[in-house]
Nanobody, 118 residues
Framework: QVQLVESGGGLVQPGGSLRLSCVAS????????MGWYRQPPGKQRELVAS???????NYVDAVKGRFTISSDNAKNTVYLQMNSLKPEDTAVYYC????????????WGQGTQVTVSS
């Protein structure tokens, strides 16, 4: 069973930066695609950024050029560097992992709140 623990959320002013971290309980990056998701108040969860086992990254248009996803295999940690934050980035951010072969198990962290407000 994989456990994911996020940290790094908080309150930040517009234009500010935060770095989210997601620590996995075991070494999983060679077998799992990783992603950061967010769920704004009253809205559905959406994929924000992802990184494959091969290191390929992808971003939703709303965060391109501002957010960067990366991983540190030695630390079993995935990061989301968020710059130039906007009020519309306010959400609970979740880390997710998906096994790349059958049975394609998925795992979620508990979430971390990011609030962008002056």
């Amino acid at each position: 069973q994989v456990q994911l623990v996020e940290s790094g959320g908080g309150l930040v002013q517009p234009g500010g930066s935060l770095r989210l971290s997601c620590v996995a309980s075991t070494s999983i990056f060679s077998r799992h695609d990783m992603g950061w998701y967010r769920q704004p108040p009253g809205k559905q969860r959406e994929l924000v950024a992802s990184i494959t086992t091969g290191g390929r990254t992808n971003y939703v248009d709303a965060v391109k050029g501002r957010f960067t996803i990366s991983s540190d295999n030695a630390k079993n940690t995935v990061y989301l560097q968020m710059n130039s934050l906007k009020p519309e980035d306010t959400a609970v951010y979740y880390c997710g992992a998906r096994l790349i072969y059958v049975p394609f198990n998925s795992y979620w962290g508990q979430g971390t709140q990011v609030t962008v407000s002056s």
